[in-house]
C-alpha cells in the first residue's frame, strides 16, 4: 500500500488511499466503509473526520497513527466467551462516525469533528504485533472508537497479528459495510457490537446514525462466522422501555441465536449527556429477566458488580463454568472448553485451554 506524506492540520498520522472507495466525474468520492456512505467532496472530510478527499483520491488520515493503546483483560472489552482470562492488546485510532451524546471515550472519538486532535503516537503494523506478542496478548483488540473508520489500519495489523496465532477482536458500533465485513472476515475471529437500542429514532437523534445499518452488520457478521456478543447500555428514559428491550433481545434470539452473550451495561453520565442519573439496579435486573425471557441463554451485566451478574453457566445443565470477580476468571470449564458435568461446548471461541484461533463447535 503506497503513502504519501500526511502532516495535515489534523493529525500528525500518516495518510493511505482509502479501501472501497469510488470517485465521481466532479471529483467527489463516495466512501463505502461505513455505512454513511459519505460523498466527500475535494478538500473535505466524511462524517468521522479521517477520511479526506485530496484532488479527488480519498485518503484514510489515521494510518499508524494510534490515540489509545493499552493491555485490556478480554472481560474488559467485554468479551465473555473468548479465550477467558486473557489479555488483549487493544488499540484506537481517532474518530468515529457516530456522535453519541452519552460516549465515554469523547476526546479520541469526537475529537477530529471537534477540531481538538488528541496526541498521536506513531505505531507501525509490525510494532503493534511485536508489542501484542511481547507483552503476553491473546489477542488484538481494535475498540474504543468505532475502529471500521481505520480499516486500513486494522487490516494491516490484523493479517501479521493472526499468522501469529493472535485472535483479531473488533469492539465496535457495528457500522460496517457488507463490502467492509466481507474484507474483516477472513481475519476477524469476534465482535463486541454495541446495539445500543432498538429504535430508529433514538439512534438518529442521539447517535447521528441509523438503527437498521447496525442490524444489517450484526447479522452480515454472523453470516461471516465471526462470534458476536452483544452489549446494550442501559439509559434512563431513553433506551429502558421494556416493550423495546422485548423487541431487542427477541430480535437477538430469532436472528443471531439463543446462544448469542447479550452484555447489559449500566449507564453513568458522560460527555454530553450529564443530566441523567446512573441506571438504577431495578432497570438492569427488569431487562436481564427481560432477555432470558425472550431466550436469551447467556445475559450478563456490567459496570454493577454489586449484582454479580457476570458468571457463565451451563446452557446444558445449569454447571457454573466460569465465575467472574471483577477481571478476575475462575474457571470450571474443563481444558477442551466443555462442561465438566454434562460435556457440552461452551460456545464462543478459543475457550479450550492454550487454543489457538478458530471456532469451538456449539452443543
Ligand atoms: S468511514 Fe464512514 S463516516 Fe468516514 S468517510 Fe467513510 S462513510 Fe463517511
Not at 39 to 55: A, F, H, K, M, Q
Not at 67 to 86: C, R, T, Y
Not at 142 to 149: A, R
Not at 255 to 266: A, K, N, Q, Y
Request: aromatic share 8%; net charge neutral; with cysteine.
Amino acid at each position: 500500500m503506497s503513502m504519501i506524506s500526511a502532516r495535515s492540520k489534523r493529525t500528525a498520522g500518516e495518510a493511505v488511499p482509502s479501501l472501497l472507495s469510488t470517485t465521481m466525474a466532479d471529483g467527489a468520492v463516495r466512501c463505502g466503509v461505513c455505512a454513511h456512505r459519505c460523498l466527500v467532496r475535494s478538500g473535505r472530510t466524511g462524517i468521522c473526520g479521517v477520511r479526506e478527499n485530496r484532488d479527488g483520491v480519498l485518503y484514510s488520515t489515521v494510518y499508524g497513527a494510534a490515540v489509545a493503546v493499552a493491555m485490556d483483560p478480554i472481560e474488559k472489552k467485554p468479551l465473555f466467551h473468548v479465550a477467558p482470562g486473557s489479555r488483549a492488546y487493544s488499540l484506537a485510532t481517532a474518530g468515529c462516525p457516530f456522535h453519541c451524546v452519552f460516549c465515554q471515550n469523547w476526546e479520541i472519538a469526537q475529537g477530529p469533528r471537534l477540531g481538538a486532535w488528541p496526541p498521536v503516537r506513531a505505531l507501525s503494523p509490525e510494532r503493534a504485533v511485536a508489542e501484542a506478542l511481547e507483552q503476553g496478548a491473546r489477542a488484538v483488540a481494535y475498540t474504543y472508537v468505532e475502529p471500521t473508520i481505520f480499516l486500513e489500519y486494522a487490516l494491516a495489523i490484523a493479517r501479521p497479528a493472526r499468522a501469529a496465532g493472535l485472535l483479531n477482536l473488533f469492539i465496535t458500533d457495528g457500522y460496517a459495510t457488507p463490502e467492509a465485513i466481507g474484507l474483516l472476515a477472513a481475519v476477524l475471529d469476534a465482535a463486541n457490537v454495541d446495539l445500543k437500542g432498538f429504535d430508529d429514532a433514538f439512534y438518529r437523534r442521539r447517535c447521528g446514525a441509523r438503527l437498521v445499518h447496525v442490524l444489517e452488520a450484526l447479522e452480515g457478521y454472523h453470516r461471516a462466522g465471526v462470534w458476536l456478543e452483544v452489549t446494550t447500555l442501559i439509559i434512563p428514559g431513553e433506551n429502558d422501555d421494556p416493550a423495546e428491550l422485548r423487541e431487542l433481545t427477541e430480535w437477538l434470539v430469532a436472528h443471531l441465536g439463543p446462544e448469542t452473550p447479550w452484555h447489559v451495561s449500566r449507564f453513568f453520565p458522560a460527555f454530553r449527556m450529564l443530566d441523567r442519573p446512573p441506571t438504577p439496579l431495578a432497570s438492569l435486573l427488569r431487562a436481564a429477566e427481560i432477555g432470558r425471557e425472550a431466550g436469551l441463554r447467556h445475559v450478563y451485566v456490567g459496570n454493577a458488580p454489586e449484582l454479580a451478574m457476570e458468571d457463565t453457566y451451563c446452557v446444558g445443565c445449569d454447571t457454573l463454568l466460569l465465575a467472574r470477580r471483577g477481571y478476575q476468571v475462575f474457571r470450571q470449564l474443563s481444558d477442551d472448553g466443555t462442561c465438566p458435568t454434562c460435556g457440552r461446548h461452551m460456545a464462543g471461541r478459543a475457550l479450550a485451554q492454550g487454543a489457538a484461533a478458530g471456532p469451538v463447535p456449539c452443543g
